[in-house]
């Protein structure tokens, strides 16, 4: 080829990159909402390869096909506050889960009964106490003030939970065998540790701002009374509080480990 013939295609490499999604770190957030779609891998759901388009407005947001209005004015959301609150201490739990593997990779002794106590922790804390309250109570108020399920956050969030399920059960499994299966335990909580701690930062810094452009003052207290009614009937009462105390002693156990 001539190099006086103008090149009217580009190569491979530079299509590829042209393919994927810059995802860059917000610079003006009224004109650039590209960051969106770092938060929002719910996108990968729709068919066709198609994204999820999220577009940012005066009066409201929207994604996909879904309009979700912003409230009239910001209100203090106390149950998102209290479910935030609730992810702090697991991401607690998951920092000493993380010094855990890291031990067992350097084969230096365990505490005793940590592995154990953080089965349970993840499965009665986690799960059984936070994850619950969201999918019996919180989750559908948000679907019936318009956050869509399919295609859409909550999907992806409920999808989250069945997995983290999943490798829950294999650290549990592993935690029991005799002598200890360190291989799958370790391989089991790295796969949980990332996707519970990207879980719990979608849920920060997006549902939860969705929640509160759509919920109103009285969807947050009958939702604040829910939460405080499923404690109460599933036995559930003082659980944060005897949690965080366990969270407390082994991380001053696990202390410099």
């Not at 068919?47 to 999820?52: D, E, K, P, Q, W």
């Not at 059984?128 to 679907?143: C, G, M, Q, S, Y």
């Not at 969030?157 to 069945?162: D, F, G, I, K, P």
């Amino acid at each position: 080829m001539s190099d006086n013939l103008l090149q009217r295609s580009v190569t491979t490499a530079v299509a590829r990159n042209l393919a994927n999604t810059t995802k860059t770190s917000p610079k003006m957030m009224s004109i650039t909402p590209r960051w969106v779609l770092s938060l929002l891998p719910w996108t990968r759901s729709v068919s066709g390869g198609l994204c999820l388009l999220v577009r940012i407005l005066k009066d409201g947001l929207i994604l996909g096909s879904y309009r979700i209005p912003r409230s009239s004015r910001r209100i203090i959301v106390k149950s998102v506050q209290s479910l935030k609150a609730e992810r702090q201490l697991i991401e607690r739990g998951l920092n000493l889960l993380e010094k855990a593997v890291e031990r067992i990779n350097a084969r230096q002794n365990l505490v005793e009964d940590f592995l154990a106590w953080a089965v349970r922790f993840l499965q009665q804390f986690a799960d059984k106490f936070h994850h619950a309250k969201e999918e019996d109570v919180f989750f559908p108020v948000l679907k019936q003030r318009g956050i869509p399920e399919q295609g859409g956050p909550l999907g992806v969030m409920l999808r989250e939970h069945v997995l983290g399920r999943r490798y829950v059960d294999q650290m549990r499994e592993a935690s029991q065998a005799q002598p200890l299966d360190a291989n799958t335990f370790v391989e089991a909580a790295k796969q949980y540790i990332p996707l519970l701690r990207q879980h719990i930062f979608k849920e920060n810094n997006v549902l939860f701002h969705m929640a509160e452009r759509v919920m109103s003052e009285a969807d947050d207290a009958d939702v604040t009374s829910r939460f405080s009614q499923v404690e109460q009937e599933r036995g559930l009462t003082g659980w944060h509080e005897s949690f965080a105390n366990d969270v407390v002693g082994w991380e001053q156990a696990l202390k410099g480990g």
